[in-house]
């Protein structure tokens, strides 16, 4: 559901199946790339890298080995979160016996910083109730 100024959606209405789902395009994300990713047990990603785009990495459900440039391993669960440079070389594998979900941002040129503001309580602000 996209209304002016918000969009509303889930995985699965993104997609079915193994693979990637464009959460990007789904809602109309501008400022940076997200997508998540369906992985099904044992299942090993193709090692990657990017020219300028910084990702991170957010295990919604499984395990995932994140495998680096440096031959190093990293096993994360439900909730484990990686932050990759661009120039890193990077792969990630199901090591768990169910689904994976992996949900990845991405972008450059730094972060905004605190610029939040209170919306007046007529304007849905308050809490429930106000």
Known sequence: MSEPGYAVSSLDELGE???FRKIRHGVGV??????AIVLPPGYETGVHYHEQQEETYFVHRGTIEFRFGDGSKHVLGEGGVVRVNPQTHRGMRNAGEGDAIVVIAGGKDGYIGRDGMPAEPHEGGGPPGA
């Open 17 to 19: 199946g193994y693979g």
């Open 30 to 35: 501008t400022a940076f790339g997200i997508n």
